[in-house]
């Protein structure tokens, strides 16, 4: 069957410290790997988006790295903040789907002060 | 600015009622989605379309329906079919197709009376 999995405990971690977080999926081939950012009660806010070609993709203290062998995507928060807190949720841009995406479940980051 | 406005943000319904869910974006986008979330998962797409009259089940349509008479506009139908209707309900937008990223509402939150 088709799944897509992100870690599904909440990561805590120490203000200053890298956060990394996983996306990993089984029986796709997605041409697309986006990640958003969810805060209680809000929609989520796009971040950012690679290509099955590209093997890393950086925007500021973010960087996503997407391995389509492992098929896994990481994405790393670098000196984290107590303001990058929320529920990171990854998805895949199927070929052939006509833009429509495939969602994972999320991991809630908490950064401590 | 630009954007996406879901209203009301909290809606409850009674048994064997019907309430429709509001969705109006000035982005300019063609395409729209619906989607669920309920705690702990993903978002699940109910229906999406790419073009104004024209719209497609997603993979949780039972129980919903929607129009598409606008291109600004999208409204959702939760109707009494729908048995397990309580959930987190969000609208979407985007450029139609692959490599888009999807612009979100803040969401409604439906409950059962």
């Known amino acids: 069957s088709q799944k897509i999995e992100q870690n599904s405990e909440a990561l805590n971690i120490q203000e200053g410290k890298t956060a990394t977080l996983t996306c990993n999926y089984t029986?796709?081939?997605?041409?697309?790997l986006q990640w958003y950012r969810q805060d209680p009660g809000r929609g989520p806010v796009f971040l950012l988006l690679?290509?099955?070609?590209?093997k890393e993709k950086r925007k500021e203290r973010l960087k996503v790295t997407f391995d389509t062998t492992l098929k896994q995507s990481l994405f790393h928060i670098t000196a984290s903040q107590p303001a990058d807190s929320a529920t990171y949720l990854c998805?895949?841009?199927?070929?052939?789907?006509?833009?429509?995406?495939?969602f994972g479940q999320g991991t809630e980051l908490s950064v401590k002060p | 600015d630009g954007g996406i406005t879901q209203s009301p943000k909290y809606l409850f319904r009674k048994e064997g009622q019907n309430v429709t869910l509001s969705c109006e974006q000035n982005l300019n986008h063609d395409a729209m989605y619906w989607y669920r979330q309920d705690p702990g998962q993903g978002l699940r797409l109910i229906y999406y379309s790419q073009i104004v009259n024209d719209f497609q089940k997603g993979d949780i349509a039972e129980g919903y329906s929607v129009s598409r008479e606008k291109k600004e506009s999208f409204p959702l139908t939760v109707t009494s079919a729908q048995k397990n209707p309580t959930a987190f309900y969000l609208c979407a937008s985007s450029i139609p197709g692959p490599n888009q990223p999807q612009h979100f509402g803040d969401g409604t939150r439906l409950s059962i009376l």
């Open positions: 690679i290509r099955e070609n590209e």
């Open positions: 029986n796709y081939s997605p041409a697309y």
């Open positions: 998805a895949l841009d199927i070929y052939n789907q006509g833009g429509k995406l495939i």
